[in-house]
């Protein structure tokens, strides 16, 4: 049920139970962190291999070393810097850290989320929520409280209703080896303000040569449609004689007469707000009439490089 009321969210998740919780990147499904029923039933829930590990949420910074060990600095001056927010940290783990949070890995993953209602619950609590996307696996993810009752409403007794999310994609994934910041997941913290803190970064954003970075999975994000990526729309409709399309665009109107429906991300041209709209826009061409998903592909700088990424995840490659 979709409700604003967070003595009900804290009862639930303290009966070891799930509840849907927003944040400022897309909406979690969280768990007792310390509960080991919890965190397995968020795993069944999203039908999410055990192999995929998930993200602690703590209050603040001030938990980390309740959670995570032998810390690098860089770490530190990143943490300090941007939490509350879209940086999820991974970290070596306390050996009190449930391996089944960590897909059996040494390492966790950590981040502050930055949305009053979570950091509210969090501060009730007397453990931290694991938390992934409240989707099942590699579906859109909900970045408002109705994308998750289309998903959970019969499972979830409390989705705690956090309104649209402001940042509306996924948290940058930043690690260490050794003395070099490794970023393995691409979201909405820029690569570009990262290394103004801590120099240059190397990006292992990729699948199959990174086990290690599980959320990379090619496929992910996905609408049930059939879906495609292009650089140049109206030249692909008619190249592949697509008709019936929707078409989820960047900043101008795209005209062709095989269009059915389209939804411009922003015009004014801002990819800020096009990250906060892409997932609704999604999920809303998904469930019309349309017969396929044409997405026009980003400026290929900042946030779009980002965009960009998920896109090619949630898209059928052909030309
Ligand atoms: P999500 O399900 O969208 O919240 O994403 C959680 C993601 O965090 C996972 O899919 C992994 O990519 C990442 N993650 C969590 N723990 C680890 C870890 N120990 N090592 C590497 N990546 C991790
Ligand atoms: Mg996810």
């Not at 009900?8 to 927003?22: M, R, S, T």
């Not at 009190?96 to 390492?107: K, P, Q, W």
């Not at 590699?138 to 970045?143: D, K, L, M, Y």
């Not at 691409?186 to 803190?197: A, F, K, N, P, Q």
Request: one cysteine or more.
């Amino acid at each position: 049920m979709i409700t604003k009321d967070i003595e009900k969210a804290l009862e639930v998740l303290k009966q070891g139970k799930l509840v849907a919780i927003p944040t400022e990147t897309v909406y979690g499904l969280a768990g007792n962190a310390c509960n080991e029923t919890a965190i397995t039933s968020i795993f069944a829930l999203k039908q999410r291999p055990t192999t995929n590990p998930l993200i602690v949420h703590i209050k603040s910074i001030k938990d980390l070393e309740k959670v995570s060990e032998n810390i690098p600095y860089k770490a530190y001056i990143l943490a300090e810097h941007f939490w509350p927010g879209p940086l999820t940290l991974i970290l070596p783990k306390k050996p009190e850290v449930s391996s089944l949070i960590t897909a059996g890995n040494d390492t966790v993953a950590v981040r502050v989320p930055d949305h009053p209602m979570t950091i509210e619950l969090l501060n009730k609590l007397d453990f931290p929520l694991v938390a992934p996307s409240a989707n099942p696996y590699g579906s859109i993810s909900p970045t408002s409280p109705k994308h998750v009752a289309g998903y959970f409403d019969s499972e979830l007794e409390v989705i705690l209703d956090g309104g649209a999310c402001r940042i509306g994609i996924e948290s940058t994934i930043v690690g260490f080896e050794k003395e070099e910041v490794i970023v393995y997941r691409l979201g909405s913290l820029l690569l570009d303000e990262i290394e103004t803190l801590v120099g240059p970064v190397k990006l292992k954003n990729s699948t199959s040569a990174n086990p290690q970075a599980p959320g990379m999975q090619e496929k992910h994000y996905a609408p049930n449609k059939q879906s495609y990526l292009t650089e140049n729309v109206d030249q692909f409709l008619t190249l592949n004689s697509l008709s019936n399309a929707g078409v989820i665009s960047f900043q101008s109107e795209i005209l062709s007469p095989r269009i059915s429906q389209q939804i411009v991300l922003s015009p004014k041209g801002d990819l800020k707000e096009a990250s906060r709209n892409l997932y609704k826009a999604m999920h809303q061409l998904d469930l019309s009439s349309v017969d396929c998903i044409v997405f026009e592909s980003m400026p290929k700088v900042g946030l779009g490089r980002t965009i960009n990424d998920k896109l090619n995840r949630a898209t059928t490659k052909k030309q």
